[in-house]
């Protein structure tokens, strides 16, 4: 195999591989987002409305994904009644966000290389 051929081979796999872990964190700080702004909702039903709800009653009478209820009350319970805004959090996490999506492949990987 050529030398060109194959450093243009590993380049581009390695622009692919960046590409997804960077998709990957997009998926998960959009996740945490939506956990953190059903956080308050979900708290305020179990707490006021009905203590012992279950995870598909939460998740029909909310209206919010079964994944998100489960992320919510996979937290501990005095997490749940301390948190009572998380408007501060997730204005963090969408920052990060709007972070993640400006990430720019080529750019980093020729930064990379810069550094070498």
């Given at each position: 195999?050529?030398?060109?051929?194959?450093?243009?081979?590993?380049?581009?796999n390695?622009?692919?591989?960046?590409?997804?872990?960077?998709?990957k964190?997009?998926?998960?700080?959009?996740?945490?987002?939506?956990?953190?702004?059903?956080?308050?909702?979900?708290?305020?039903?179990?707490?006021?409305?009905?203590?012992?709800?279950?995870?598909?009653?939460?998740?029909?009478?909310?209206?919010?994904?079964?994944?998100?209820?489960?992320?919510?009350?996979?937290?501990?319970?005095?997490?749940?009644?301390?948190?009572?805004?998380?408007?501060?959090?997730?204005?963090?996490?969408?920052?990060?966000?709007?972070?993640?999506?400006?990430?720019?492949?080529?750019?980093?990987?020729?930064e990379?290389?810069?550094?070498m």
């Amino acid at each position: 195999v050529p030398l060109k051929n194959w450093i243009e081979y590993t380049y581009n796999n390695y622009i692919n591989l960046i590409t997804q872990v960077n998709q990957k964190r997009i998926g998960q700080v959009e996740f945490e987002i939506s956990v953190q702004e059903a956080l308050p909702v979900v708290v305020d039903y179990v707490l006021n409305k009905n203590p012992k709800a279950e995870n598909p009653e939460l998740s029909k009478n909310l209206g919010i994904p079964i994944g998100i209820i489960e992320a919510v009350m996979s937290k501990p319970i005095s997490h749940l009644r301390k948190t009572k805004d998380t408007t501060e959090r997730v204005k963090a996490l969408k920052k990060r966000l709007s972070e993640l999506k400006k990430f720019d492949p080529v750019k980093h990987t020729f930064e990379i290389i810069q550094e070498m």
